[in-house]
């Protein structure tokens, strides 16, 4: 996807969206002009091309990046790579969500345990975060403190455990629909 500035947040130099999308489908919008649900894939998207409607894109759009744009994270965490969006809500406050769309290898990867601690180790919070049925708010929960005893004791194995039993029972959420019915009304004037 070729998004460009500007972002609400400074983006990397050289850093491009490539093929992903994710966050055109895990995104939810309520525009007057484009709304899509929860996990809907926008129909302006072209899989593996990006926005088809670019040039005239909603603001939200313009704004929006995941911190993988932003921060230093290897190509590997490239969210539809990954199986992870880094959302970039919260950063301001010192808290950082994995809104894991997907579980892969990627995820219990040493790169993962590795930047995870160092987050945790500056006492940055981290959330976890999981998708619902499309048209649901995602399911999210804290989990500093429950991922701090493996990360101090070094015990990946210990974190992945504890990370693959955050997202079961966060799977296992009440789902709320988002009340968004799709709306595609984004046209060169
Ligand atoms: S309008 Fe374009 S950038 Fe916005 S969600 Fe749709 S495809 Fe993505
Ligand atoms: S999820 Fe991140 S890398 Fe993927 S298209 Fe959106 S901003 Fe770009």
């Known amino acids: 996807m070729s998004r460009s500035e500007p972002?609400?947040?400074?983006?990397?130099?050289?850093?491009?969206?490539?093929?992903?999308v994710e966050c055109c489908r895990v995104i939810p919008l309520d525009l007057p002009e484009l709304a899509k649900p929860t996990g809907e894939l926008c129909a302006y998207c072209v899989e593996g091309a990006g926005c088809g409607v670019h040039a005239i894109r909603p603001q939200t759009c313009r704004t929006w990046f995941c911190l993988w744009r932003v921060i230093e994270l290897s190509d590997d965490w490239r969210p539809d790579r990954s199986g992870i969006v880094v959302r970039p809500d919260g950063l301001e406050t010192g808290e950082i969500t994995l809104y894991v769309v997907r579980r892969t290898?990627?995820?219990t990867s040493m790169e993962v345990f590795g930047v995870v601690a160092g987050w945790i180790a500056?006492?940055?919070?981290?959330?976890?975060?999981?998708?619902g049925p499309v048209g649901t708010y995602p399911a999210r929960a804290v989990v500093t403190d429950w991922l701090r005893p493996a990360v101090e004791a070094g015990d990946r194995d210990d974190f992945?455990?504890?990370?693959?039993?955050s997202l079961d029972r966060l799977e296992q959420h009440d789902w709320q629909a988002d009340g968004i019915t799709a709306?595609?009304?984004v046209h060169i004037a």
């Open 122 to 131: 500056q006492d940055v919070d981290v959330a976890l975060s999981v998708p």
């Open 105 to 107: 290898d990627f995820l």
């Open 7 to 20: 972002s609400a947040l400074p983006l990397l130099p050289d850093r491009d969206c490539g093929g992903c």
């Open 160 to 165: 992945n455990r504890r990370v693959a039993a």
């Open 183 to 185: 709306r595609y009304a």
